[in-house]
């Protein structure tokens, strides 16, 4: 009995020991006060040591307890860029605290930064009634009070490595300062193409000023591990470049919605982020979900009325959707497109439809409205007429099984289309649509 009283009290005291004893201070970092200086001198930009956060920030882990890191995992990526402003973007193991921050300035010879911008987190789909939360936190810092139509730098800081790159904003609302984007589509499947057509986006001149997809980015939508294999191919032109993507039918699988819209941020005009537009410059986008029926009822009651609205303020008018209005490929041709979105497009003013879904390159010219797939993003390629539509043939113009992106230069009321071949160093086509009001 008394060696049993001595075990317990020898085993009490180890444990008071190992503890650090209840009156031990504690020189853990303290992750509720993360030492980031806010007030960034304009020549130095803050680069913290070490940002960590203990797994629980209420309890004192002690000196010998060690804290986990904050990953970042996704991003930085930028979102919803106007002449004032952008967002930026990122996806961290754990919630880093006030520490996170965007530094930016405008980019120049030597890099100076204008003034710091928190990063606000919140868990992913915490609350989630259908999809399984990834269990991870995204962060977004709105840079606001930019000028239009510049460049600049910036870092974000959420771990130990700042990540800089560079933006532009968006031209004045109807200026004709010129612009640049590039346009693609179906990257699913097959990584080693998918990574080819963005390393040639990336090498490319001029850098795009944003980035439209037409859907299709990953093979399974619900697949966490798929999602994270496209942001990290995707990565290098993502942090330079505002994306727009529309919704393919690939992301449309079991809860892939869920995680697309949680990704993503965009607007929300119809109280989900699948059907929206945006300007820029003196070009309007209309972004339209083709997994559901837009040839009538709500969503093409707005989008008649954004085509309107556009039209009567003197916009060059995209459409961006997923399935394609004319294909000759193996999925054919969107229903009731031909009969019902096309009229409308030729009464608005249209000057090209963007989609994908087939993946190849197409490009059709019916009634003054130009008409491209653009597939070639990385998915498994499909053969041209295969699918061929006698009526049709005469809208043809040009259709290759090649993985392509296309990028565009608007300069005023003139856009010129450059369709280039990842599989081969050629452009395919060259596109110039003058809109320029004859005297």
Known sequence: ??????????????????????????????????????????????????IEVATDPGTDTGPDVPLMPTVLRKGPYLQLVTDTSVEVLVEVSLDPGAGALVQVGPAGGATTIDHTVPMAFAEILKDSQNAPAPGTFQGIASLTGL??????????????????????????????????????????TDDVA????????????????????????????ADLDLWQTFFTIESKMLSFTPYFPVVGNHEDILYGLDYYQAWFDLPKPLGDELNYSFVHG????????????????????WMTGELKKFQDAGYLIFVVTHEPVYSFALHGEYAGGVEKL???????????????????????LANGIHYFTLGGGGAPLYDADSNVIDAQKQYEVKALSVHHHMMAEVAARKVTLTVQNDDAPEVIETIVIDRTPTP
């Open 147 to 188: 000028a239009a139509a510049t460049t600049y730098h910036y870092c974000v800081v959420v771990d130990a490595t700042p990540r800089c790159d560079t933006f532009r904003t968006a031209p004045a609302a109807l200026s004709t300062t010129p612009f640049t984007f590039v346009a693609y589509g179906d990257t699913r």
């Open 194 to 221: 998918h990574q080819k057509v963005i390393d040639h986006i990336v090498a490319g001149t001029p850098r795009p000023d944003f980035a439209i997809q037409t859907g299709d980015l990953d093979e399974f939508g």
């Open 342 to 364: 096309a009229p409308e497009y030729e009464k608005y003013g249209v000057v090209a439809v963007l989609s994908g879904h087939n993946h190849l390159y197409e490009h059709f």
């Open 1 to 50: 009995m008394q060696r049993l009283a001595f075990l317990i009290a020898l085993t009490l005291s180890i444990l008071v020991v190992a503890c650090g004893g209840s009156g031990s201070s504690d020189t853990g970092t303290d992750p509720g006060s993360l030492d980031v200086p806010m007030d960034v001198s304009p020549d130095v930009p803050v680069t913290p040591d070490v």
């Open 282 to 301: 003196n070009a309007a986008f209309v972004c339209l979900d083709t997994q559901v029926d837009v040839t009538t009822g709500p969503i093409f009651d």
